[in-house]
């Protein structure tokens, strides 16, 4: 059994098919790295192979956010124990060995051309990488998740992890305050 995994992405928000990829790596691994992109505002670029990844609104949570959150839903499966979470700035590939060791399996899920180009530098930076197909007609979209977030809860907590609904409910309420605050 390798030793170490690693899930790229933003997880804006977590979702049910990151889990699946995250335990999918644990079955081969004792260890999983779950590395959060975009982890602050400058490490946003535009990208050929993605028209929104680096737009604020496709961006909502900021880093430590997205830790909470991913923390709630890797305890609510158990996988806390054996998973880090590291920031993971893909503009940067001469700083990806200080978060993630050469040694760790990448695995990406492939629905459009963004994630085959992440495997390619992850690739040619001299990671291991797993490409798995995904079938885009199954693909739970975390821009669908957000594009909801402003309705009521009912119409967005089916789409997340059970753990991660108070988190995010909590956030979202944050954000309103202070939405209220600053026009007062």
Not at 50 to 69: G, I, M, Q
Not at 114 to 132: F, H, I, N, P
Not at 141 to 156: E, F, G, K, Y
């Amino acid at each position: 059994m390798r030793r170490l995994a690693c899930v790229t992405g933003r997880f804006q928000p977590v979702h049910g098919q990151h889990l699946e990829l995250f335990e999918l790596a644990l079955r081969e691994a004792e260890h999983l790295i779950v590395a959060v992109t975009n982890p602050d505002t400058r490490a946003r670029h535009e990208e050929a192979t993605s028209a929104h990844r680096h737009l604020a609104e496709a961006n909502p949570f900021t880093y430590f956010e997205r830790l909470r959150l991913l923390q709630a839903a890797l305890q609510e499966r158990g996988l806390s124990r054996h998973a880090s979470i590291v920031p993971f700035d893909l503009t940067r590939p001469e700083t990806w060995y200080e978060y993630v060791p050469g040694r760790a399996r990448q695995l990406v899920r492939a629905y459009s051309a963004w994630e085959r180009e992440k495997a390619s530098r992850l690739s040619d930076a001299g990671y291991e990488v797993t490409v798995l197909d995904g079938d885009p007609a199954t693909r739970l979209s975390a821009s669908d998740i957000r594009a909801r977030l402003d309705a009521d809860q009912s119409v967005w907590a089916d789409l997340v992890p059970r753990a991660v609904v108070p988190v995010l409910a909590e956030l979202l309420a944050g954000r309103d305050q202070t939405e209220t605050e600053e026009a007062i």
